[in-house]
């Protein structure tokens, strides 16, 4: 079942959406939450024949002194609780298998979940509290599932049977012990409500520790560049401490519920003592009429104190299936479209564009034209909106007015996977993958052959010093290419993207990090890729894109000038200005 479906809103009460949640998630594995109940059955009678069989033990071995009683009952207590614990076990080992197994599905599906959205949605969520709801939240759900179902059915059954031993020993009495338990109900469903809020807290102060930690892992050299360590310290030692604060108030709360519901139960043991040991002083019941009441009533108390916790956790369980909607419940970036061979003509018609939550148009009414094969460059200062350009172009934004065409195709009817495939960007953020050289390559086409990621990498320039890492191909470059200096890491980037044979092809300042010796053979090799491909090149260096087809000049989201490096040269402009400050005598 899809994860939509599992986590729907139907019902008005929230707390009976989320019920049915738990039901949907647990309704696949119902044939092993069959055999737990079949388990829990068996405890709860098991417990109500402990209970029962104190009468005959007191009756028939302290009062009447019958030998044969005694080693019938020793027999029979050693079977008692060895069954009772090997049904315990199976109960608890089913119903962990089933809570695993949904966090497993959850994990798997919410994955699938985070590849299908939207750019804009990872703008907007911090990766951290992406990773601590995938990793901690879903987590609590197994406890939630596991511990709060097995209470609820066998912990509620068992005392559903030791009452009826209770009421078959002494209707009376207990009808008296269960005067309390309206009480009981009545505090553990008030302080209940505060479990709930106190828990969405935690759930939120965990997910700004985890974003924290994800941050300092990522930033480690800047951190240490900049001697933040004392002052990131700070920082966590803040969040972890909010943490704890909170993880304190939510044990203050359950362990205030436990004190309650302790002293109303001393209250009920104290009337049913008082009114049994009358009863027996009166010889209205014998001894072993109250002690088998007695020893259900006491085998009642865990199964209780474990329902009393039964509501905590649920409101937990509530809290992880709140935050997990907010990720579920996102649309999807669009599956359908369009499929088409690309022949790379590229159009942009008066196109706008303004971020989700900017003030201001990154793009007004850009316009222009890119043939089949052709190359453009992009050039202008910093915040132009250039790789918002080609952001729009690989699909990770629509326009917010006008429109872009590929091959006379609207960009919002083709299919987003049918564009992506035929297109390679390569970025000047560096991304590379924990795996090894190759298949950091093949990234690009996972399909193709060893000959043709080597082929790619001899034309990124990438082979030489591939060759020269301790396992070649097969060398592991770690989360961010630990191994390999930035031009390195690029130049893989760059095999990557050759791979991919892509149609069109767009380099968002990627030669910036490297020297002047890789860049002129990246730009070799650039010159070959671009036969057959539109490219567009995104460029502070301006040296690199004197021979593009058009050079297009942007500045504050528009577009100043647009012609070849010469006929901008002459126009004498922001690109004739740029070039001159780049290349007149003095300038690096
Ligand atoms: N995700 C975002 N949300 C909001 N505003 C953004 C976002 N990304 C970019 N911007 C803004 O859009 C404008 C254009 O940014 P863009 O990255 O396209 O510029 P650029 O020309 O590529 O700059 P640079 O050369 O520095 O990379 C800038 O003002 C920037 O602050």
């Known amino acids: 079942m899809e994860i939509e479906k599992q986590f729907k809103i139907k019902f008005k009460k929230q707390w009976i959406d989320d019920l049915a949640v738990f039901w949907r998630l647990i309704k696949e594995h119902r044939l092993r939450l069959l055999l737990a109940l079949v388990c829990g059955f068996a405890i709860s009678g098991i417990n109500g024949a402990i209970a029962w069989s104190v009468k005959p033990a007191m ?21 008692l609780f060895t069954l009772r614990g090997v049904f315990t076990f199976l109960n608890n080992y089913l119903m962990n298998s089933i809570g695993a197994k949904i966090v497993k599905n959850i994990r798997d599906m919410i994955y699938e979940k985070l590849l299908k959205l939207p750019f804009s949605f990872f703008c907007r969520d911090s990766s951290g509290n992406v990773i601590s709801r995938v990793l901690n939240d879903v987590d609590l759900l197994k406890s939630t599932v596991s511990n709060t179902i097995k209470d609820f ?14 009421f078959y020993r002494r209707w009376d009495l207990a009808i008296l012990s269960f005067v309390v338990i309206p009480f009981m109900i009545y505090v553990m469903t008030e302080l209940g409500k505060n479990m709930k809020n106190i828990g969405m807290k935690t759930r939120l102060r965990i997910a700004k520790v985890t974003t924290l930690l994800h941050e300092t892992l990522h930033g480690i050299k800047i951190i240490k560049a900049f001697t933040m360590e004392k002052d990131m310290i700070e920082r966590y030692k803040k969040a972890l401490g ?11 709360t359950e362990e205030f519920t436990n004190l309650l519901t302790e002293v109303i139960a001393g209250v009920g043991v104290a009337m049913i003592l008082f009114y049994g040991g009358w009863l027996v002083v009166h010889d209205k019941i014998s001894s072993g009429d109250f002690f088998s009441f007695a020893t259900a009533v006491i085998l009642m108390y865990t199964p209780l104190k474990r329902l009393s916790r039964v509501n905590a956790s649920f409101q937990r369980g509530r809290n992880v299936i709140e935050r997990l909607r907010e990720i579920i419940f996102v649309e999807h970036e669009p599956e359908k479209g369009v499929e088409k061979e690309l022949k790379g003509h590229i159009v942009f018609k008066n196109v706008s564009f303004k971020y989700p939550l900017a003030k201001d148009y990154a793009l007004k009414n850009v ?31 629509y326009p917010t007015e006008g429109d872009i065409l590929i091959d006379g195709v609207s960009i919002q009817e083709l299919s987003l996977y049918s564009l992506r495939s035929q297109i390679a960007l390569v970025t000047q953020d560096i991304v590379l993958f924990n795996d090894s050289v190759i298949n950091n390559i093949k990234f690009g086409n996972i399909s193709s052959s060893f000959e043709e990621a080597l082929a790619a990498a001899k034309l990124a320039d990438a082979h030489d010093f591939i060759m020269k890492l301790p396992q070649g191909y097969d060398s592991l470059i770690g989360e961010k290419g630990i191994l390999l200096s930035g031009g390195q890491k690029q130049r893989i980037t760059i095999a990557r993207a050759i ?90």
Do not use: C
């Not at 909010?242 to 203050?252: A, K, L, Q, S």
């Not at 453009?376 to 910093?382: C, L, N, R, T």
């Not at 149609?503 to 671009?530: C, G, N, P, V």
């Open 367 to 397: 316009s222009f034209e890119i043939k089949p094969g052709e190359t453009v460059a992009i050039v202008g200062p910093s915040g132009a909106g250039k790789s918002t350009i080609a952001d729009l172009l690989a699909g990770f934004w």
């Open 153 to 166: 059915i066998v912990e509620g059954l068992t005392v559903v049977v030791l009452a009826g031993v209770a």
């Open 59 to 79: 009756d028939q071995i302290f009062v009447k002194k019958s030998s044969e009683y005694l080693y019938l009952i020793t027999f029979g207590v050693v079977i």
């Open 242 to 252: 909010e943490h704890y604060r909170n993880i304190m108030r939510e044990v203050r």
């Open 499 to 588: 791979l991919r044979e892509p149609k069109i092809l767009i380099f968002d300042e990627a030669t910036a990090s490297l020297d002047t010796e890789s860049e002129e053979k990246i730009q070799r090799a650039l010159e070959q890729m671009r036969k057959g491909r539109t490219t567009i090149v995104i460029a502070h260096r301006l040296s690199t894109i004197k021979r593009a087809d058009k050079i297009i000049v942007m500045d504050k989201g528009q577009i100043i000038e647009q012609g070849t490096h010469e006929e901008l040269l002459s126009l004498g402009g922001l690109y004739s200005e740029l070039w001159h400050l780049q290349f007149s005598p003095g300038s690096s």
